[in-house]
């Protein structure tokens, strides 16, 4: 059992890996890195992500329980946006994409993929998703905010 739980997350990682990649490729020009040490834009986004992102993702960013064990319908639980989940591997246009679009099968999510991530667009602006993103990257320590700041410079090259 321990084995197979194992597969299953090697080939999430492969999976979502290569999405990012894919992502990098097909995506246009996205914002510059989102710095939390803004304060105005991290308490903005605080407020914004307690009543848009808490309710799935948790009030301290903790996520959904067993949030790598798919549930009986296929989908994957709301997974946490702390440093103990993968957000922090995605650059800030990524982040912004799948905010205010979902995860879209072939672009932002492996093809085919079905999520229960619903897409903002319609109800918050480009500014408060990046506020949004601030607050989550607030709670980050530096090696990994650091990490997060050369994946997103190096996407923008």
Known sequence: MARK???FEVVGAVI?????????????????FIDPADQTLMMQGTA???NNCAACHGGSLQGQPN????????RLPAPPHDKTGHTWHHPDAMLV???KNGLVPGKTAPPGYVSDM?????????????????YIKSSW????????KEVTLQRQN
């Not at 979502?16 to 990098?24: E, N, T, V």
């Not at 320590?141 to 997060?148: G, I």
């Open 16 to 32: 979502i890996g290569a999405a990012a990649i894919l992502y990098s490729v097909i995506r246009g020009s996205g914002p510059a």
């Open 5 to 7: 739980k194992l597969v």
């Open 141 to 148: 320590p530096p090696k990994v905010l650091e990490a997060q």
């Open 67 to 74: 949030w790598r064990d798919r549930m009986p319908n296929g």
């Open 118 to 134: 619903p897409a903002y667009r319609d109800i918050l602006s480009d500014q408060e998703i990046i506020a949004v993103l601030a």
């Open 48 to 50: 914004i992500y307690a």
């Open 97 to 99: 994409d799948m905010v």
